[in-house]
C-alpha cells in the first residue's frame, strides 16, 4: 500500500467529526467485524462515529462488544462515510446517501474502486485482516475489544483459517490480534462452532430441497421455510458452508426466497474454481471460491438462469 494512500486515509479521519462505518446488506462476520473493529477503534479517538447496517447485526454475533451500538439507519449530520467489506455501491442498501463513500476498504476482487479513497487489495483474506494490518498507521489504537472484533471477521472469511486463500501474513495478523487480547479460541467456538436451535431447523429444511446436477449441488430456502423454522435472520443460517462439504460437487449454491421480490443467490467452488465472474453476470460479485448476488425475479426464473450459467462455465472447463 502507498504511504500516500495511508497518509490520505489518516488525514480525512482527523479531519473528519461524525462518522457513519458500514458495509453491505445481510452483512456476514467480516462485515460485521470489519465495522465494530474500525468504528469502535475511530471512537477511541474522540470522533462521533455511527456503525450502521442497513439489516442490522444479526444475534449469533452480539457476544461482540459493542455490538449494542450497531444502529439500522443514519441519525443527523454526517461528514464523512465509510464503507468496509462492499464491492459495490448496490451492495450497501440505501444507507448511503447519492454521494460517493469517502473510503472504501475491500478485499473482494470484483471491487469497483468507487469511493474518493479505495484500499482494496484482493490478496487479502479479509476486510478485517486487512484492516488490523492498516490501522495503526492511521492513528487508530488496537484496543481488545477492536481486536476480538477484526479476528472475528478474520476467522470467518476463512472459515477457521481453512479458505484456499490461507497464507503465511494472516495467521501473523491473527497471531498479533491474539496479542492484543483477543481470545481466539473463545471466539473461533462463539463465531464458527454454535448455533441456534431455529438456524439448525432452518439447515434442516433447507437439506430437505437439496438436488443435484452433475458437479452442481443446491437448495432453496423460501420465506415460508424461514417463517416454519421461526429463523429471525435474513441469511442462509450458513447452510452454504455446509453444502461446499460435498464431495461430489464442484460447486454448491444457495438460493434464498426474500421479500422484495429478489432471490439471494450464494456460490461457493473447491479450490481451482473461479465462479466470481457468474457472480458479476447477475449484479453480484465476491471471491473465486466464494461469491454472491441479489437477483430480481421469481425462485424459479432465477434458479433455471444461474445452474444454466453454472453449469455453462463449468462445462468450458471441461
Known amino acids: 500500500m502507498p504511504d500516500s494512500l495511508n497518509n490520505a486515509i489518516r488525514n480525512m479521519l482527523h479531519s473528519a467529526t461524525n462518522i457513519v462505518v458500514t458495509a453491505h446488506i445481510r452483512p456476514d462476520g467480516d ?13 477511541e479517538t474522540g470522533k462521533n ?3 450502521v447496517l442497513k439489516d442490522g447485526l444479526p444475534a449469533s454475533f452480539r457476544f461482540l462488544t459493542g ?14 462515510y465509510i464503507l468496509v467489506d462492499c464491492s459495490d455501491l448496490e451492495r450497501a442498501g440505501d444507507v448511503l446517501p447519492n454521494r460517493v463513500p469517502d473510503l472504501v476498504v ?3 476482487i470484483t471491487n469497483l474502486n468507487f469511493g474518493k479513497l479505495n484500499l ?16 495503526e498507521a492511521w492513528g487508530l489504537p488496537i484496543t481488545v475489544p477492536v481486536a476480538e472484533a477484526l479476528i472475528t471477521g478474520l476467522i470467518t472469511d476463512t472459515l477457521g483459517f481453512r479458505t484456499s486463500n490461507m497464507n503465511p501474513e494472516a495467521l501473523r495478523i491473527a497471531a498479533d490480534l491474539m496479542e492484543k487480547g483477543a481470545n481466539l479460541p473463545d471466539l473461533y467456538t462463539k ?30 430456502l423460501t420465506t415460508t421455510d424461514r417463517k416454519q423454522a421461526n429463523y429471525p435472520g435474513k441469511d442462509d443460517a450458513d447452510l452454504i458452508n455446509v ?9 454448491a449454491l444457495i438460493f434464498i426466497e426474500s421479500d422484495n421480490q429478489h432471490i439471494k443467490v450464494s456460490w461457493r467452488a473447491k479450490p481451482g474454481f473461479d465462479i466470481s465472474g457468474i457472480a458479476l453476470q ?3 460479485g465476491g471471491h473465486p471460491a466464494a461469491s454472491g448476488a441479489s437477483v430480481p425475479g421469481t425462485l424459479q426464473e432465477v434458479q433455471q438462469k444461474v445452474l444454466d450459467a453454472t453449469q455453462a462455465y463449468l462445462d468450458q472447463l471441461a
Open 191 to 220: 463465531a464458527m462452532l454454535r448455533r441456534s436451535f431455529e438456524a439448525v431447523q432452518f439447515w434442516g429444511v433447507g437439506l430437505t430441497h437439496i438436488q443435484r446436477r452433475e458437479r452442481i449441488i443446491w437448495t432453496t
Open 282 to 284: 447477475f449484479g453480484g
Open 106 to 108: 475491500d478485499h473482494h
Open 120 to 135: 482494496v487489495e484482493p490478496k487479502s483474506v479479509a476486510t478485517a485482516a486487512l484492516l488490523a494490518k492498516h490501522m
Open 67 to 80: 455490538s449494542e451500538l450497531v444502529q439500522t439507519r443514519v441519525e443527523g449530520e454526517v461528514d464523512c
Open 243 to 251: 453444502l461446499s462439504t460435498i464431495q461430489d460437487a464442484d460447486v
Open 49 to 51: 462515529v455511527q456503525m
Open 31 to 43: 462485515a460485521i467485524g470489519s465495522i465494530l473493529g474500525l468504528g469502535l477503534a475511530i471512537r
